[in-house]
């Protein structure tokens, strides 16, 4: 069973410039979830969608964070513009809609300078 | 506000000695319990899972966890770690269909 793509691995921005970031779930998953890990923390949940709608935003800063999820298959999560605190690896994770168990990505490790 | 507390930062252990992660969360009620470990440039990989049923649950690679529900909490262990077993290590937590609230992770370097 292929696992959760993402891409690109790596990507290094001026502050002030825009990115955005790929993830192909594992099929069938009807939920995906995009999460924030800055350096010595958890991962934190930024984006939580069910199929095609958004379940949980509420801890994306909506003022330069957007995501969508066209087709309820691939997603695009995208800064704009970037600052430095955003620095973090971005995670994308996919599940069934039930039993709540999570499969990670590789994720992007995104550094702002 | 809901949160997980992991009490460990980094621990150093030698090979085969006992390795025991406490993990302690804020909610009341039913949640699932995960343990996920991310090994050296690897992804994040559930260990082990509690839904229901036993409160003693057996993961991946001899890991297992006991969840107390009178204490909150969800502690993983294994009686003997190898070198193989270097990694972080995060608990997390939901409540049924919720967001899964992740700890702020647990280094275990083990020496050869």
């Known amino acids: 069973e292929a696992g959760v793509a993402q891409s690109p691995r790596y990507k290094i921005i001026e502050k002030r410039q825009s990115v955005a970031f790929w993830c192909n779930p594992i099929?069938?998953?009807?939920?995906l979830y995009w999460y924030q890990q800055i350096l010595g923390q958890g991962p934190k949940l930024l984006i939580q969608?069910?199929?095609?709608?958004?379940?949980?935003d509420s801890q994306l800063p909506k003022d330069r964070f957007s995501a969508e999820r066209l087709k309820g298959v691939d997603s695009t999560l995208k800064i704009q513009p970037a600052k430095l605190e955003d620095s973090a690896v971005y995670l994308c994770?996919?599940?069934?809609?039930?039993?709540?168990?999570?499969?990670f990505g590789p994720g992007t490790r995104l550094t702002v300078t | 506000a809901q949160s997980v507390s992991q009490h460990n930062h980094h621990v150093i252990l030698s090979e085969a000695a006992s390795l025991e992660l406490g993990c302690n969360y804020s909610?009341?009620?039913?949640?699932?319990l995960f343990w996920y470990v991310q090994y050296p440039g690897q992804h994040l990989q559930l260990l082990l899972k509690?839904?229901?049923?036993?409160?003693l649950v057996k993961g991946i690679k001899g890991f297992e966890a006991e969840f107390i529900k009178s204490k909150f909490s969800f502690n993983l262990r294994k009686p003997s770690v190898q070198w193989s077993d270097t990694a972080e290590y995060f608990c997390?937590?939901?409540?049924?269909?919720?967001?899964?609230?992740f700890g702020q992770g647990t280094e275990l370097s083990v020496k050869p």
């Open positions: 994770a996919s599940s069934l809609e039930r039993p709540y168990e999570q499969y």
């Open positions: 969608f069910q199929n095609n709608g958004v379940v949980d």
């Open positions: 509690y839904f229901s049923g036993d409160p």
């Open positions: 099929s069938g998953h009807a939920t």
């Open positions: 909610y009341g009620g039913t949640v699932n």
């Open positions: 997390a937590v939901n409540r049924k269909g919720g967001k899964l609230i």
